[in-house]
């Protein structure tokens, strides 16, 4: 019994060993195929190790690219819907990577975690060398995470002759430190794997002036370097009040009752929580989008409050207990001021009119791993809270700028992990005409200028003083006009490309200037893959 045991493992063990062979035999012939192909001119791979729908930087470095005429392929996870244009331009292809098996989420840390590196090598190494019919000119790779992609397009590139092109969102090993400590024996090695492999490119792009001084002095890169600032799409814009009316009509329906309670009345399809129509009701209409056509153009309510929005991942990089503070700070002196303001009214009405300090409405937008505990204090505190709601929300991808554009003001409690990248939501804030408060670290200063374009804090008091502050006299407040009358000039002047082209090639002005993704990308990226259209020999 024993012996026919060990003869069937034998067996086994040799039709395992002979597959593995035939199937080292096959990938080994056809990677030297491929490698033998000249990589194909105006064609480019780009990696992302996560959620292509969640990852805005590299689905806009993909529409460019294809706007371009470059094949572009962009090879991720499939989750969250992408841009509409990924999906309609003729150039782009999605290459999804398949998820590692169910059984190891189940597995122990020590276990699921290299089983998942090696499942990620194959599906990436089967990616980038067999789903892509030619090697690509170029193989641009995000970056964090940088375990395993930075060495499997090192390897990858150099093999089939590919121009590496690194864009460098953060360091991956500040992001670990986070959770295991600057000095741990993980952090060390994860750095040294990220300067090892992340060094030498053919280009190295960066969120911020900063990481790129930072990694040019301490790494020693080789290869171009240029900033690219992270800008939102042409469609993010700072929404009429039609515009504004529509979004909450489809938002009012799922608003709770306690919330109904705080907010003024609404009567859809004519009023909204923050807009009305002051035209009388047609005295016919078959459906509530018929009868609105038929009426005037929506206005913003007077009554309404202020809408602020955060958008948060729920993680220990931004800390949501600012926030949380600053609102409990604003409630008290809100109650001060305004029954100060309500003793010294002749009547309700005018006391109304006259209130010092609004109504907030704080909608927090996104998911996280922190979100419920947080959400479960807000309940807590609010029900004693006259003046300030927090609710969170999520929102269909084209709803989400649409909310920016309707807001008032704009929060961001973005700490770097590595103190040298920036903050998309501010940008996406920006884009929308949005003025925010944003927590301060050290390259902030690239994007937010403190009084011009917002207002920097460093702590829950600073952040309710500035929130009294730009909303004193809501909805007629001189300090939150000026910011967004700046950012409104700066969104409406364009970049003057030509004059950065020739001074300050791949560089951004160094004073406040905007510009869109577009206008940026061709100004920075453009040139350092159009410049050598002729292969090395």
Known sequence: ??????????????????????????????????????????SVAILVLGDVGR?????????????????????????SKPILSLTSLPYIRLCYLSES??????????????IKILYQIVTILYALVFDIPRPPEFIMVQNPPSIPTLALVWLVGGMMG????????????????????????????????????????????????????????????????????????????????????????????SISPSLAEFLPGASL???????????????????????????????????????????????????????LEALKLYESRARKVNLTKCENSQS????????????????????????DRYMAEVELLQKNWQYVRCTSLWLEAEDYPLLLGSADLGISLHSSSSALDLPMKIVDMFGCGLPVCALDFACLPELVRDGINGLVFSNASQLAEHLETLLTSFPSSPALDSLRTTLQQALQVPLDVERHVHNHEHEEGAGWEWGSWSENWDRVVKPLVLRDPERPS
């Not at 593995?20 to 192909?37: D, E, H, M, T, Y």
């Not at 098996?101 to 290299?114: G, K, N």
């Not at 009405?349 to 704080?362: A, F, Q």
């Open 1 to 42: 019994m024993i012996a026919n045991e060990s003869c069937g493992f034998h067996d086994f063990f040799i039709f395992s060993a002979l597959s593995l062979f035939a199937l080292l035999v096959f990938l080994v012939v056809n990677v030297f195929q491929k490698v033998r192909q000249t990589p194909k001119l105006r």
């Open 55 to 79: 990852s805005p930087r590299m689905m806009y470095h993909a529409e460019s690219f294809a706007k371009l005429g470059f094949n572009t392929y962009l090879i991720g996870y499939k989750g």
């Open 101 to 114: 098996p169910p059984l190891v989420t189940r597995m122990p840390f020590v276990l699921a975690a290299p």
């Open 162 to 253: 590919s121009k590496v092109m690194i864009d460098w969102h953060n360091l991956g090993y500040s992001i670990l430190a986070l959770k295991l400590g600057q000095t741990h024996l993980l952090v060390n090695i994860a750095k040294r794997f990220e300067i090892i492999f992340g060094r030498s490119a053919y280009a190295h792009l960066f969120v911020t002036n900063a990481m790129r001084n930072h990694l040019e002095l301490g790494w020693g890169l080789i290869g171009h370097t240029a900033v690219l600032h992270d800008r939102p799409p042409s469609h993010f814009h700072k929404c009429p009040p039609l515009e504004v009316h529509e979004l909450f009509i489809r938002l009012g329906r």
């Open 269 to 323: 399809p004519y009023t909204t929580q923050l807009t009305e129509i002051h035209h009388g009701l047609p005295p016919y209409s078959t459906s509530p989008a018929s009868a609105l056509s038929s009426l005037s153009t929506p206005s913003l309510r007077k009554d309404r409050p202020a809408l602020l929005v955060s958008s948060t991942s729920w993680t220990p990089d931004e800390d949501f207990g600012i926030l």
């Open 348 to 371: 309700e009405d005018e006391s109304k009119e006259g209130r010092v300090l609004p109504r907030i409405w704080m909608v927090i937008t996104g998911k996280g791993p922190l979100k």
